[in-house]
């Protein structure tokens, strides 16, 4: 593919990755939300880092089966664990990487 | 400045990763750079890199794009509590840096009040740089850097458990993450393609939703 090939397939990735993302802000933050908007948006942060999570640490991603021995999802509980007992989000990302890296180095 | 380290520690091997697929795939390194600058979603160019080199068209890559970042039409939705009667133009540029990442810290930060939008676009911002650099890095050095360095691998789900506990807040919250971490689990084995993420969402957030309101109604 030339210059102006992928020029034109990036822009139209661009532009439909970009109105998703700038249509409900622009949208909902002149509005005034109602109250059952607000608690329900409230539950989404949770939601979508849970949603996100779970098949990292439960599920085989290239066969796309369950799993629920891999390591990462041991390294997880210890990660949680460290996570609610400091409240420190360098400490956790840290901790997460050193025992990944150790369970890699001796498994 | 010092907020953001988490995910530019997170988003260097995973775009110096896509740079080396890009390359393998035939990309030159100023595409990758064209990609990360005016796309900026992480799978959604992991996607376009493997479409690529099966020969798709352009037209089955710019479906694939939009159907896989319609999660974002969510966090936008979320982010809009924080961001209400703003300027237009910085929403616009706001906007873009929109990640599953940016959103994630910017929302623990907005929520715990010692944050404001400038600091959000400066990590909105940071993020996009390095990943633009560690993409274009991987197209051109990336062979020789060996897999799984440091643990780096786990940055980003690391910062997904710690961002996890903050906003924990009250026992709907813990119930909607147990909850939508059972659906997601069983969309994701159930269902092919990436709809699990706003799928699993959707049902948690109602779920949740209906549950407070029935137990705050009966007492």
């Known amino acids: 593919m030339n210059f102006s090939g992928y020029l034109l397939l990036f822009l139209l990735m661009g532009l439909v990755t970009f109105v998703p993302r700038w249509l409900p802000l622009l949208y909902?933050?002149?509005?005034?939300?109602?109250?059952?908007?607000?608690?329900?948006?409230?539950?989404?942060p949770v939601a979508i880092l849970s949603s996100l999570l779970a098949p990292i640490l439960l599920a085989d991603t290239t066969t796309r089966s369950l799993n629920i021995t891999k390591p990462e999802l041991l390294i997880a509980l210890s990660t949680l664990l460290f996570a609610l007992k400091t409240k420190s989000l360098g400490g956790t990302v840290f901790v997460g990487m050193i025992l990944h890296w150790l369970l890699g180095i001796f498994f | 400045m010092a907020a953001a380290w988490p995910i530019c520690l997170g988003y260097f091997p995973v775009g110096l990763a896509l740079g080396v697929l890009a390359n393998q795939a035939g990309l030159p390194w100023w595409a990758v750079a064209l990609m990360s600058i005016l796309v900026f979603?992480?799978?959604?160019?992991?996607?376009?890199?493997?479409?690529?080199?099966?020969?798709a068209t352009i037209w089955s890559i710019v479906t694939?794009?939009?159907?896989?970042?319609?999660?974002?039409?969510l966090m936008s939705s979320a982010l809009a509590i924080y961001l209400q009667k703003t300027n237009r133009w910085f929403l616009t540029f706001f906007a873009y840096g929109i990640t599953d990442e940016s959103f994630a810290l910017n929302m623990a930060r907005?929520?715990?009040?010692?944050?404001?939008?400038?600091?959000?676009l400066v990590v909105n911002q940071l993020a996009n740089a390095v990943w633009i650099f560690?993409?274009?890095?991987?197209?051109?050095?990336g062979q020789f850097i060996p897999k799984g360095a440091f643990g780096i691998d786990y940055a980003l789900p690391g910062m997904f458990i710690c961002l996890l506990v903050f906003q924990l807040q009250s026992r709907f919250f813990i119930l909607t993450g147990i909850l939508a971490a059972f659906i997601s689990i069983l969309w994701y084995l159930l269902i092919p393609g990436d709809s699990y993420i706003i799928g699993a969402s959707i049902?948690?957030?109602t779920l949740s939703f209906l549950i407070?309101?029935?137990v705050r109604r009966k007492q």
């Open chain 1, 28 to 44: 909902l933050s002149h509005k005034h939300l109602p109250q059952w908007l607000t608690d329900w948006l409230s539950f989404i």
């Open chain 2, 41 to 55: 979603a992480g799978s959604a160019q992991f996607i376009c890199v493997v479409l690529l080199a099966s020969g």
């Open chain 2, 203 to 205: 049902s948690a957030a």
């Open chain 2, 110 to 120: 907005f929520r715990s009040g010692d944050w404001d939008r400038w600091r959000a």
């Open chain 2, 134 to 141: 560690s993409t274009v890095l991987g197209t051109l050095v």
């Open chain 2, 64 to 73: 694939t794009t939009l159907v896989v970042n319609l999660r974002h039409a």
């Open chain 2, 212 to 214: 407070k309101r029935y």
